[in-house]
């Protein structure tokens, strides 16, 4: 199935070097890279491992300092703004932190009518835009009423996250990338937010790349399992060759990590 | 926002610094409405008169009605007036250096004093080992002591232009008194007079308005370029920043006030108006703001609510307006108020030098610190002609320091108590 699709993402030998001399880190170094239409692709590895930079760079936020990254099979191309723009009506992302994601100086309207501009709807008559916010909010749960008005930073991180869906709803993206959308989020929310985030998939069929730290969770989710350490991607296949049979140490780790865990908390609770 | 502007105005601090500064400005812009002599107006014929009420001797003799009171300590008053306790012990050291015995000398019986005074004291003569200046100091006091102890009242009379002759017009009595309010001519001068004669209060007011100006004038420039230069570097960042920061570090490493002085002396006497003082302080002090705001934007480029603009389609201009620019105006506002009164320092250090603005038009704080300074108002004890400037600088850095504080607090979580 993984590779049944046409490519939509893909990339090679692409680096991403911060600083220099003293200072210089290597966050992702020389990755290749395929992701298919409507393939959900998990990237694992620990923190600091290049994931968020990774992500960035293929949502083009920072510059590729090496490599090359093709979108939908040619070289990708976002040397202009306008072509920025529309670059970012095919792919969108979900970020890690909440809290930090919204502008705290805007309503949440705001950031909602953002959404249905980009989609080139700014022309709509008033009743329909606020009939596809209203759509957008009760995709996940949320009442359009009871939001307007309200600032992002009057909400619980759980709800801000499911805003966040909310905006990817309208927007349709092609791609989304969502990094560590629940780790940021008290536990009880963390379910919920991920079924919304599969509904939403399984509704639109966009490619998903879903960046966790959480082995256990890529193999719940995912259909390829990329796993990063240091900047590398050291194994990479479908989820089941990945995790049930894994070669490298590295990604041993990882999975022996997941039931520990488990173990831990039977024994608190025995 | 408007939460914000409610907890700043509910801030002790900001309050205090804000009354001050308010009560300054109305002070700045009412007093010459009531006052309307211009401040650099010569009135006084000599230096520094001393902080009083000025009544015109000539409009109090010639007062429509003369009231008669007997106040019995009228004639005490008097003489302690002319006749200072100093005086009375410099009297009692020349008769006893002249040979009158010590222990017949009281300095408290003023009429024996006097009369001993009168028999001994002969003006020409100087006793051996007394100073020229002892010598002119006695003679002084034997002038005013003349007629201490008289009771005739004093004679006002005119002269008849084409004989000369005098004709008596009226007698002063000792009990004459004239109503302040039938006196045309009463001029207070709260603050005295300067070296130059001209109204303290009047220029200090005038001054501080002046120095305001060229404080806010300042502060606007160096905020501006120090915000924009910040913003540049901070969101633009590679080779831009490197140029930026470049100059930046040049102008840290000059000491500022140096380069103030080598601008200001470079551009010549003729030519240094307030204003052009103010934007020369305002070119040369947006240093440490546009470090400050570059390295604020450097942490907020990056965070996600910006990406998230991004994604959003927002051109640059937007990204920077509205989810840059809101989130240091906070500290932009605070530095904005700093630079109001380091500007205002910077003047009165520049004046101080005389390099300051050129002198004929308009007073400033400093030029009357350099005033009083070339004329030694501090060595000759004129405090009035330095102190209220001094004070008055205090007190508006002072204000702007409160107000600041105030905003810190309300701005900054970990700073609140
Ligand atoms: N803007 C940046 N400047 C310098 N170093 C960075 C920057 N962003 C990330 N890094 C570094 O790159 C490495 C990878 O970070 P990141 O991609 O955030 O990891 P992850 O998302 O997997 O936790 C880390 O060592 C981090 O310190
Ligand atoms: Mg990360």
Redesign the pocket.
């Known amino acids: 199935m993984a590779s049944s699709g046409n490519l939509c993402l893909s990339g090679t030998g692409v680096t ?1 070097v ?2 220099f001399g003293r ?1 210089r ?4 170094d020389h990755v290749d890279f395929a992701f298919h239409e409507g393939e959900i692709i998990s990237i694992v ?12 760079m293929l949502l083009g936020l ?1 510059s590729v300092t090496e490599g090359e990254i093709y979108f939908q099979g040619k070289k990708r191309d976002i040397s202009s703004g306008r072509k920025k723009k529309e670059y970012w009506r095919n792919i969108q992302a979900i970020f ?1 932190d909440p809290f930090s994601a919204y502008n705290t100086f805007h309503k949440i309207d705001a950031v909602l009518l953002d959404c249905i501009k980009l989609r080139g709807g700014g022309g709509l008559p008033k009743e329909e835009k606020v009939r596809l916010m209203t759509e957008a909010c009760s995709f996940v749960n949320l009442k359009y009423a009871e939001l307007t008005n309200k600032y992002p930073f009057e909400l619980s991180g759980g709800q801000m996250q499911r805003l966040m869906i909310a905006r990817i709803f309208l927007l349709k993206p092609k791609i989304l990338i969502a ?2 959308p629940t780790s940021m989020i008290d536990a009880c929310s963390r379910a919920t937010i991920l079924d919304y985030l599969m509904k939403l998939r399984d509704e639109t069929g966009m490619t998903l790349i879903f ?1 966790t ?1 959480d082995i256990g969770l890529a193999y719940y989710v995912s259909d390829t399992v990329y796993i ?1 350490e240091h ?1 590398r991607f050291v194994e990479s296949g479908s989820a089941d060759e990945v995790i049930l049979h894994p070669k490298q140490p590295y990604t041993r780790r990882l999975i022996s990590d997941v039931p520990k865990i488990y173990e831990e908390w039977d024994l608190s609770t025995v | 926002m408007k939460h914000t502007l409610n907890q700043v105005f509910h801030s002790g601090k900001f309050l205090v610094g804000f009354t001050i500064l308010m009560t300054v400005l109305v002070i700045v812009f009412v007093y010459p409405l009531i006052v309307r002599t211009p401040p650099l107006q010569i009135i006084g014929q000599g230096t520094f008169f001393p902080p009083g009420i000025y009544v015109s001797t000539y409009d109090a003799i010639n007062a429509p009605t003369v009231y008669t009171l007997n106040l019995p300590d009228a004639e005490a008053r008097r003489i302690a007036n002319r006749l200072t306790q100093e005086d009375r012990i410099a009297m009692k050291e020349w008769l006893v250096a002249f040979g009158v015995p010590e222990e017949e000398i009281d300095i408290d019986d003023t009429a024996q004093l006097l009369a001993q005074w009168e028999a001994n004291y002969d003006p020409n003569l100087r006793l051996p080992g007394m100073t020229f200046a002892r010598h002119r100091y006695f003679q002084r006091v034997n002038a005013s002591i003349d007629g201490l102890l008289s009771t005739e009242g004093a004679i006002i009379a005119a002269r008849n232009p084409e004989t000369g002759e005098l004709t008596e017009k009226s007698i002063v009595k000792q009990t004459d008194f004239a109503n302040v309010n039938d006196i045309a001519n009463v001029r207070i001068l709260t603050l005295g007079t300067d070296n130059f004669g001209r109204d303290v209060t009047t220029q200090l007011v005038a001054a501080a308005g002046v120095s305001l100006l060229i404080g806010l004038v300042a502060g606007l420039i160096a905020t501006t370029i120090g915000l924009v230069l910040g913003l540049m570097a901070g969101y633009i960042g590679g080779v831009v920043d490197d140029v930026i920061m470049f100059v930046t570090n040049l102008f840290t490493v000059i000491p500022t006030f140096v380069l103030l002085i080598l601008i200001s002396f470079s551009i010549g006497q003729d030519r240094r108006g307030a204003v052009t003082i103010a934007i020369v302080i305002g070119f040369t002090s947006w240093v440490w703001t546009a470090r400050a705001v570059r390295s604020q934007v450097f942490s907020l480029r ?1 965070r996600d609510h910006v990406n998230l603009s991004k994604l959003s389609g927002h051109p640059l201009p937007r990204i920077i307006f509205a989810d840059i620019l809101p989130y240091i105006a906070s500290y932009v506002v605070m530095a904005f108020i700093l630079q109001i009164s380091s500007g205002i320092l910077a003047e009165a250090g520049l004046s101080i030098l005389g390099l300051g603005p050129r002198t004929t038009e308009t007073p400033t704080l400093g030029l009357m610190m350099n005033w009083a300074m070339i004329y030694q108002a501090h060595i000759l004890g004129k405090w009035w002609a330095y102190m209220p400037v001094l004070l008055t600088i205090a007190l508006i850095t002072f204000s702007m320091n409160l107000m600041n504080t105030g905003l810190d607090q309300v701005f900054n979580p970990a700073l609140r108590d």
């Not at chain 1, 880190?25 to 992702?28: I, S």
């Not at chain 1, 923190?47 to 990774?54: F, I, V």
């Open positions: 991403k911060f600083g200072h880190t290597l966050a992702v590895g620990e923190s600091g491992s290049g994931k968020t930079t990774l992500a960035k920072i890690q990094d560590e960046i730290h990063m900047g | 990056n």
